[in-house]
């Protein structure tokens, strides 16, 4: 099968694809090098991480049954659950190709908690290290499948005959209006109306046929950038294009493939959780499918089967061309399809992007994942500038472009007027200081201080004499001091318990008595909350709690320790703030029980 690039590529552009699937994100950073498009870097992010870190209990909440590995063995089934199913599920066929409701392969994985998961986390990561590669501002393009995207097949009857085949595989603005109220009438998907794409497929008995690709409002892309673009004002790069990897694959095989109508194609990706499978006349899509049960961990023998039973469901006819996109385990599919399509051209996508100018670092010799293709199909045709044979984009309107950064807003000015202001009061405080200085030495040059006459020894004499006299004084107050402090604790003491007593209620206290480092009490209480508010007013520790029935009434006994105040008594600091003559006026009459005091008697009093 031969490809070429139908449109010539722009020089110096740069692109981020990013494949969302529900547990893992496959991003390719892309540039466009001349003729050329080179993958710089790949990243691969899980969407299963949290930014706490997960424990013992947290495991055992996600495995109920898991026990000790001495109890019990427990096996832990990798993949999509289906491993064990049986070979033909009735439910697996009503994904891409069903008529009328096309969310029923979109319902049965919304228990999974993954599709409305954001991953701001993961992508904010990404775009920092494509900032520490040199990119710092590369276009961002999503590329998404179900279930965050539902699939629905729509018929409308066959354009006139005078209408162009060109004319007749696109679909125009009033058209649109047509089918998306078709596609909220017979399906019942709710969606918004500038998040949904259409792609003509093949006409058939009369009739056009149309695929529906509607993104859930609750799909993560839209999440996610709403949060960057909140957490920050600039640094987040343009968001060029969210489209769903149906279209994806489609887009490229119909700008690449030069297969003549009647030449029968297959495009089949193989991942981890599911298997996508394309059918194409020409280079039309006659028909799509997501397998659901049919993933990269099944033989590759059951992928090869399924294939061909789609092929013979669909009457596709023979394929003559069929591209494979199957990760770690390419070799042994190759190997079944070529055996399983002996009369087809069966190649690997990877080649067929390398050959057709898709350069890849020479040290990357390992199979590219299958969401890492994806990406980097998407990210080729958007370098690339091909034609989407969907008529939409999937990203709501306020996110395809780019926040512009306001660089002069009204409080911008009004801090630039508070500014000037400030600087201006502070150079005029400053100027007035100067002033002032100069003016002060001025009058002690005209008017020197008078400096004392008195013999040096003498003063000296006298400043010893103070010294001798404050440290006597201060000596004294110390002495003073040793014998007030503590001198009222029993009263202090008595008057803090019974104050707590009382606001507390319903106890009563029968002992207390000193012992070392505190104050034993004794009492009985109505309520053990009474006796925990008791402690808490006391900052006492219990150290007894019994109780005992008397009739219908039950009676606690507790034992609490508490701390006896060793301080300076109140009428003691009282006297001397009165006698230093720091007491602020009429404060000796304030509050009730309070005695007027004259500073002259209470400096007596304390002499």
Not at 237 to 253: C, D, G, K, N
Not at 270 to 290: A, I, K, N, Q
Not at 296 to 323: A, F
Request: hydrophobic fraction near 40%.
């Amino acid at each position: 099968m031969s490809l070429s690039s139908k449109s010539k590529p722009d020089a110096h552009r740069s692109v981020l694809s990013i494949a969302v699937t529900p547990e893992s994100l496959d991003a390719v950073l892309m540039r466009q090098a001349g003729d050329r498009v080179e993958m710089v870097q790949r990243f691969i992010r899980s969407r299963a991480r949290s930014s706490a870190l997960a424990t013992a209990d947290n495991l055992a909440l996600a495995l109920p049954d898991l026990k000790g590995a001495e109890d019990s063995d427990y096996t832990l089934e990798v993949g999509d659950g289906h491993g064990g199913s049986p070979a033909f599920l009735p439910s697996e066929f009503t994904g891409l190709g069903a008529k009328g409701n096309g969310s029923g392969s979109r319902g049965a994985e919304q228990g999974g908690g993954t599709q409305a998961r954001p991953f701001a986390p993961q992508l904010q990561e990404i775009l920092q290290e494509c900032h520490a590669l040199g990119y710092a501002d590369p276009a961002l393009v999503f590329t998404e499948g179900p279930p965050e995207l539902a699939y629905v097949e729509l018929q409308l009857p066959q354009k006139g005959d005078g209408e162009s085949e060109k004319a007749a595989a696109s679909v125009g603005a009033s058209e649109r209006k047509r089918l998306l109220a078709l596609l909220a009438e017979k399906s019942g998907v709710s969606a918004e109306e500038d998040r949904v794409a259409f792609l003509p497929l093949a006409s058939t008995d009369g009739h056009r046929r149309v695929l529906a690709l509607a993104a859930d409002p609750s799909e993560p892309v839209a999440a996610t950038l709403a949060i960057l673009r909140e957490k920050q004002a600039v640094g987040l790069p343009m968001t060029r294009l969210l489209e769903a990897e149906l279209a994806v694959y489609a887009s490229y095989f119909q700008n690449t493939s030069s297969a003549a109508p009647g030449e029968r194609s297959a495009l089949v990706r193989v991942g981890s959780e599911d298997t996508l499978v394309l059918f194409f006349d020409g280079t039309s899509l006659l028909h799509g499918e997501r397998l659901r049960s049919v993933t990269s961990y099944d033989l590759p023998e059951t992928v090869c089967s399924r294939v061909l039973l789609q092929q013979d469901e669909k009457k596709i006819g023979e394929v003559h061309n069929l591209l494979l996109v199957g990760g770690g385990r390419l070799d042994k599919l190759l190997e079944r399809f070529r055996r399983f399509y002996p009369d087809a051209a069966v190649e690997p996508l990877e080649s067929v992007l390398r050959d057709g100018g898709l350069h890849l670092p020479e040290s990357d010799d390992e199979p590219l994942r299958s969401g890492v293709l994806t990406a980097a199909v998407s990210g080729l045709a958007y370098l690339r500038s091909w034609d989407g044979v969907a008529s939409g984009n999937l990203l709501p309107q306020t996110l395809r472009r780019r926040r512009r950064r306001r660089t002069f807003v009204w409080h911008t000015g009004v801090a630039a007027l508070l500014l000037v202001l400030a600087l201006g009061v502070a150079g005029y405080r400053y100027a007035t200081t100067q002033q002032a200085l100069e003016e002060e030495r001025e009058e002690l040059r005209l008017n020197p201080p008078i400096l004392p006459q008195d013999n040096p020894d003498l003063l000296q004499a006298r400043v010893d004499s103070l010294n001798h006299a404050y440290v006597t004084y201060t000596r004294a107050l110390y002495v003073l001091d040793s014998l007030l402090v503590g001198s009222d604790k029993w009263i202090q003491s008595l008057s803090r318990v019974t104050s707590a007593s009382a606001n507390t209620g319903r106890l009563w206290l029968t002992t207390w008595w000193p012992q070392e480092g505190g104050l034993r009490l004794k009492g009985h209480a109505l309520d053990r909350l009474t006796i925990v508010e008791l402690a808490r007013r006391l900052d006492a520790p219990i150290e007894l709690l019994n109780y005992e029935d008397i009739g219908e009434r039950r009676v606690y006994t507790f034992e609490m320790v508490t701390d006896i105040p060793e301080e300076m008594p109140e009428v003691a600091n009282f006297l001397r703030t009165v006698a230093a003559g720091t007491l602020p006026e009429g404060e000796a009459a304030e509050g009730p029980g309070r005695l007027e005091i004259n500073p002259s008697e209470a400096a007596r009093a304390q002499d």
